[in-house]
């Protein structure tokens, strides 16, 4: 199997387990037909990332495009993702992209007002 292929199947073995509270390592291992420890070998080798670096970044990553989209509350948004704790999400937010979520949403806001020319002043 290539990388690419790796790395779709991993990606689909977490986006079907994202509302899985008893999603682990081994869950995902075990979805790939793998050991523990030849699934965190070979993810390290093709994303230099550990597996629970990779299920995290995939599920912010996944928030992000949410958020980009106008999907719902900070909290909902968490939740749909898979991350329950909103103390851990914004966690993983800000390592992933150095703002609270909240942070991004009001950048976002104010990056859609200027791109829409904002309101007419007259004159």
Known sequence: MTNEEFLKRCTDVVEANLTNPDFKVGTMAYALAMSHSSLYKRLREVTGMSVQEFVNDYKISLSIAK??????????????????????????????????PTEFLAKMNTTDQDASGGEFSGG
């Open 67 to 100: 958020f980009t989209a106008g999907a719902g509350t900070v909290r909902a948004v968490a939740e749909s993702c898979g991350i329950g704790d909103p103390k851990h999400f914004r966690t993983l937010f800000r390592r992933k992209t150095g703002m609270l």
